[in-house]
T-cell receptor, first 113, second 114 residues
């Protein structure tokens, strides 16, 4: 079945450090890929998405590129801030799954001043 | 604020009991989704309704059921509760039911079964 694997956390970085959170997927066909962010005590918010191979999603300084050849969608940010501390979820919607999201396990990011 | 409202925010109940979680979608959204977030299973899709009709079903137990009413709000009913049902239950809504439509999540209902 469809699945998403992302690096386990927590990831602890200093402010202004470079961030990479790895995400790989298994799915039939050509899924759409997403990153969601969950701040403490809140629901999930869509951070960015990409719907076809080689697309780059970007938002708030975060980027991720849909790599079909490596089935990956790694999240990157050049300079993290304390306010980026949250849990990040990689997710996919398979092309035969309506609008059902399949999530990875989540990666907690902690940014220290 | 996503515009999706879930009530109650917290619920504590005993094993064997039945509870109802409520979700009001964003204005104009026809689709409602329910997800369960637990420590051991992560975030899992339970069920989707679109304009009152069941559209997709995920890993939803037979003890659980849901419905979407004419005013588009939805309820998730959990019965014969077990300790393992303790989790955060999220509702999300989107405009349509089609592929990759952005879903907006509520803040969740934290259910604790004791």
């Amino acid at each position: 079945g469809d699945s998403v694997t992302q690096m386990e956390g927590p990831v602890t970085l200093s402010e202004e450090a470079f961030l990479t959170i790895n995400c790989t997927y298994t799915a039939t066909g050509y899924p759409s890929l997403f990153w969601y962010v969950q701040y403490p005590g809140e629901g999930l918010q869509l951070l960015l998405k990409a719907t076809k191979a080689d697309d780059k999603g970007s938002n708030k300084g975060f980027e991720a590129t849909y790599r079909k050849e490596t089935t990956s969608f790694h999240l990157e940010k050049g300079s993290v801030q304390v306010s980026d501390s949250a849990v990040y979820f990689c997710a996919l919607i398979a092309n035969n799954a309506g609008n059902m999201l399949t999530f990875g396990g989540g990666t907690r990011l902690m940014v220290k001043p | 604020d996503s515009g999706v409202t879930q009530t109650p925010k917290h619920l504590i109940t005993a094993t064997g009991q039945r509870v109802t979680l409520r979700c009001s979608p964003r204005s104009g959204d026809l689709s409602v989704y329910w997800y369960q977030q637990s420590l051991d299973q992560g975030l899992q899709f339970l069920i989707q309704y679109y304009n009152g009709e069941e559209r997709a079903k995920g890993n939803i137990l037979e003890r659980f059921s849901a419905q979407q009413f004419p005013d588009l709000h939805s309820e998730l009913n959990l019965s014969s509760l077990e300790l393992g049902d303790s989790a955060l239950y999220f509702c999300a809504s989107s405009e349509g039911g089609g592929l990759a439509t952005e879903a907006f999540f509520g803040q969740g209902t934290r259910l604790t079964v004791v």
